[in-house]
């Protein structure tokens, strides 16, 4: 019999890895988030005998994902991981938006014990589906000794919450980390073989989440050949709270955009940059916040910025 202590909670969001295709030859005519959690959780007999449970916290495409289901994912995560009887949480999740997700559970939870996302490129029904394996390699690692912060179990390998990015729209190996780094590690016959550190950081913690009130509202910019400041012009005056920027090679934007961007710095709104570029961080700006992030995980960290910002407010 499982002691107590190893109890793991899957929690289920959708994704791929929950699609359902009316053909089994079909990879990509498919209705991500159509199978249940438990239904996926049932088809692993290998699972049948852990001490697991399933809840079903959402049912989406993640290109779908949104704030307040982040919200509810946080604090479902940290409900769960408070009882003394679970040791991990696994969340299944579409890969589109897995790189945010992950990023935003890491910094706000920070969690002592692991928190292990999967998501597939292929659905269920597929001839080859990888969300099994990658399912079990969840699971085997959420059980794995010492695993500690939110980590992410695909095609064997396994990456930091905080470093994630998606690189490929079709392959099952879809991931890499950035800027410039590897898998944390790989998953071989249910153990893992690890190269690197679990993630780090203080976890910046539920009550900085918006209840009532609006999140703030940060978009990501690209500059790019033959750039026009309408949008940002736009954005500017609707209110916008924040800007990344997705810069050229090490850093530069456009001409072009300059006028609209001290406009809004000049309204006291926060611009950051990234680099556009797949790999690298922006070279000679160590200091800068959101320089070695991806457009992507910058703009959570400066919505997570501008709602500490906000709370500290009198
Ligand atoms: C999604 O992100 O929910 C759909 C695509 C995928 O999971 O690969």
Same mark, same amino acid.
């Given at each position: 019999?499982?002691? =107590? ?7 289920? +969001? ?17 209705? !991500? ?14 699972? #049948?005998?852990? =001490? ?7 049912? /989406? ?7 307040? +289901?982040?919200?509810? /994912?946080?604090?479902?995560?940290? *409900? ?19 790189? %945010? ?24 029904? !597929? ?12 699971? !085997? ?22 470093? /994630? ?8 190996? =879809?991931? #890499? ?11 071989? %016959? ?28 940060? %978009? ?11 949008? @940002?012009?736009?954005? $500017? ?25 001290? *406009? ?28 070695? @992030? ?11 910025? @501008?709602?500490?910002? $906000?709370?500290?407010?009198?």
């Amino acid at each position: 019999m499982q002691s =107590a202590a190893q109890r793991i909670v899957i929690l289920g +969001t959708g994704g791929t890895i929950a699609g359902a295709s009316t053909a089994t030859t079909d990879n990509v005519g498919y209705k !991500a988030g159509s199978l249940s959690v438990e239904s996926l959780v049932r088809a692993l007999p290998a699972l #049948a005998e852990l =001490a697991l449970e399933t809840e079903q916290l959402a049912q /989406l495409d993640s290109k779908d994902m949104d704030h307040a +289901t982040w919200a509810r /994912l946080a604090h479902r995560v940290q *409900a769960h991981l408070a009882r003394p009887e679970v040791a991990a949480v696994v969340v299944t999740h579409g890969t589109d938006t897995l790189e %945010e997700s992950a990023y935003f559970l890491q910094r706000v939870l920070a969690p002592a014990k692991p928190v292990v996302m999967t998501a597939a490129m292929r659905p269920a029904t !597929a001839i080859q589906a990888d969300g099994p394996q990658n399912l079990m390699d969840a699971v !085997a690692l959420a059980r794995e000794p010492g695993a500690r912060g939110v980590l992410v179990a695909v095609a064997g390998q396994v990456w930091s919450g905080l470093e /994630l990015r998606k690189v490929h729209s079709y392959r099952l190996q =879809a991931f #890499a980390a950035g800027p410039d780094m590897g898998p944390l590690g790989v998953m071989e %016959e249910g153990r893992l073989r690890r190269f690197r550190a679990w993630p780090e950081g203080t976890a910046l913690g539920l009550d900085l989440l918006p209840q009532d009130e609006a999140w703030p509202w940060v %978009e990501v910019l690209a500059s790019r050949a033959g750039a026009e400041a309408r949008a @940002l012009e736009a954005w $500017r005056q609707a209110g916008l709270d924040g800007l990344v920027l997705a810069c050229t090679g090490n850093g530069t934007v456009s001409q072009a955009l300059e006028p609209a961007l001290e *406009a809004l710095r000049a309204q006291g709104v926060p611009v950051w940059r990234t680099t556009r570029c797949a790999q690298g961080a922006i070279v000679g700006a160590p200091e800068e916040a959101g320089a070695a @992030l991806s457009p992507w995980a910058a703009r959570v960290e400066l919505m997570l910025t @501008l709602l500490a910002q $906000r709370r500290r407010r009198p």
